[in-house]
């Protein structure tokens, strides 16, 4: 007597006829590097100057902006804020870029946060 069963069409040539079960592996994602954004001292921009770049670029109210200006004043460099690569990077172009266009020294660096 002959099986009702479909036959089982023959596998595709090169590919392995046992069974087993698919795994996927889920990549590790690693959270991106932050740099701190500082702003260096020099005696020739204007201290409303600096407190306006805080406050314009890096969203600091007026009283924040103030105290981190005159942290800057008082030791030389102080930190804007803390942004992975391409924030930070285009952060200090805006700012050098912007004293540039008014003239001023101001200076604006960028150093990876360990």
Do not use: W
Not at 11 to 18: I, L, Q, S
Not at 67 to 73: A, F, N, S
Request: charged share 25%; proline share 9%; net charge neutral.
């Amino acid at each position: 007597m002959a099986d009702k069963r479909s036959p089982t069409p023959p596998a595709p040539p090169g590919t392995n006829k046992e069974l087993g079960v698919a795994t996927k592996t889920k990549p590790k994602t690693k959270k991106p590097s932050l740099y701190r954004v500082l702003l260096l001292n020099d005696d020739y921009t204007p201290m409303e100057f600096v407190v306006l770049v805080l406050e314009h670029f890096f969203n600091k109210s007026r009283e924040e902006a103030t105290r981190i200006m005159l942290h800057v004043h008082n030791y030389g460099v102080g930190v804007c804020g803390v942004y992975p690569y391409d924030v930070a990077e285009t952060k200090v172009a805006q700012v050098l870029d912007l004293a540039r266009r008014n003239e001023h020294p101001l200076q604006c660096t960028m150093e990876r946060e360990d």
